[in-house]
C-alpha cells in the first residue's frame, strides 16, 4: 500500500505543475512567448525558478505542455463528434468547421507558440492531433462515397483547406481591423466564419 505522505507529495507536484501551467498561459496571452520569460512564469506561480526547470525542463517544453492542455478540450468534444457520426456527411463537416474555428476563437494566445514551434522547426506530431486527422481523412472519404463531397479532391487536401482556412484568420485579422475601422472584433470574426463556410462548402460539394 502507498504511504498516505507519498499521497501528499503526488498532489503537491499536481498542484505545482498545474499553477505554473496556468501561470504560463496567462503570461503567453499577455506577453507572448517572447515576452513570457521563465523568471516571470515561476514569480507568476509563487515557486521558484528551478522549480519550473524540475517539471518542465526548458521554457520550450513548458509551452509544449500548454498546447497540450489547452489542445485536451478540444480535442475531446472533436473526437467525441467524429466517432459518434454513423459515417460522415456535410452536416458533420459544417459541426467540425464551427468548433475548430470557436476553439481558435477562443485560445488565440496558442497562435503565437504553433508558429514560433513551425518557424523553428520544432512542430511536434501530437498523436492526439494525428488522430483527429485520420479521423476526418476518414469521414470525409465517407461523405464522398456517399455522393455528397466530390471525389476528385484527395480527402487530405480537403483536411488541409479545413485547418489552414481556420487558422488563416487569426494571423491575419488585425490586419483587416485597421482596414475596417469602427467594425468589433466579434463582427469581423462572425463574417469571416460565414465566408469560409460558403466558399469551403461551395468548393467541395459536387457540380453537375
Sequence with gaps: MTPPESHTK???ADATREA??????????ERGFAGASVSAIADAAGVTKSLVHHHFGTKE??????????????WAQQREM???ASRGDLEL???????????????EDLLELWNWMHAECRSEMDPRGLELTALGIQRVR???????IRADVSPAVVMAAFRILNEFWF???PGFQVLQEGRSVAQLNDDYLEGIMKIFFEGIIPHG
Design 10 to 12: 503526488t498532489r503537491d
Design 20 to 29: 505554473i501551467l496556468d501561470a504560463a498561459s496567462a503570461l503567453l496571452r
Design 61 to 74: 517544453a513548458l509551452y509544449v505542455a500548454v498546447k497540450r492542455r489547452k489542445f485536451e478540450g478540444y
Design 82 to 84: 467524429l466517432m459518434a
Design 93 to 107: 463537416l459544417r459541426r467540425s468547421m464551427h468548433l475548430y474555428f470557436h476553439y481558435l476563437m477562443e485560445n
Design 142 to 148: 465517407e461523405a464522398q462515397e456517399a455522393g455528397e
Design 171 to 173: 494571423n491575419v485579422r
